[in-house]
């Protein structure tokens, strides 16, 4: 499913004030805090317990 979202619209939701530190999550310089999940989950329109499995796929 194409959302449209952009890098910008994630950090935006994720509380980041710029999307550098989105960016860095999406190349794994960065970690994401598990607090953040929920958000990712709603945004991308799926629950929780599917987004925790494609993350450990």
Not at 10 to 30: C, I, V, W
Not at 52 to 57: G, Q, R, S, V
């Amino acid at each position: 499913m194409e959302l449209g979202l952009t890098q910008v619209d994630l950090a935006s939701y994720l509380g980041y004030q710029n999307s550098s530190s989105y960016y860095k999550l999406e190349n794994g310089d960065s970690t994401l805090n598990a607090i953040h999940l929920p958000v990712i989950a709603q945004v991308l329109k799926c629950d929780l317990d599917s987004l925790y499995k494609k993350c450990l796929a």
